[in-house]
């Protein structure tokens, strides 16, 4: 009967799990399975940053050079008198005044046949260059002519005298004349700078430094800098 007995109790053991056994066995499996999780959310961390710095967010695709203001070259430093129109006083004399207005500050007279150079214009009155008194000022339209070019002169006028055009659009053909016919000569970028020579009808002839010749482009494309 002891065998018996014996017998029993050895067949039970080999089916029954001790609990201090089964709880053991619970938590290493949570252990192990808590490591797979830190390992995984670690491997995600590490892609997403490696990620992030080998992507270039868009806005950043496209260089930045192409749209800052564009450093003003030598060639807008100075302007050499013969780039520019030439008039002269029309009637017997003329005053010139500091700004487009009889109202403003005025000074002169300028002499009959007075040569002068120009520099920009707005509605009926000219600014004009001044070469025997080195300085600017505007007169009426109607008391001037313009005439001749008389040559190449060494004399360079100030550039914080100089109006100025810059190109507002992504491409802007530079022409030979001012009309969409003409031919091209020059295709300018955004932003690029451009001493201005001469207004005719809604065109501005410009100085292109790069093929150190003038050039016509249409007044729509660019925005004008008047210097006071």
Known sequence: ??????????????HAVDPGIRKQGLIADLRHRGRRMLVFFLALGLSGILLGTCTTPKEDQSPTTKEAAPTPTSALKTSPSHLLPS?????????????????SRRFGPLMKSEPLKWLDAQGSWIRVWIPRLRVSGWVPSAHVLETPESGASSESIPAHLMSTVTVIVRKANIREAPTTESQIIMVAK??????????????????VPDLKQR??????????????
Do not use: H
């Open 215 to 228: 050039g016509w482009i249409s007044g729509k494309i660019v925005a004008r800098l008047r210097q006071e």
């Open 1 to 14: 009967m002891a065998l018996s007995r014996f017998k029993e109790n050895t067949g039970a053991g080999t």
């Open 87 to 103: 008039l002269q006083v029309a009637g017997a004399s003329c005053y010139a005044f500091l700004r487009p207005d009889e109202k």
């Open 190 to 207: 955004r932003n690029q700078q451009f001493m201005l020579l001469k207004e005719e009808r809604g065109w501005y002839q410009i100085w």
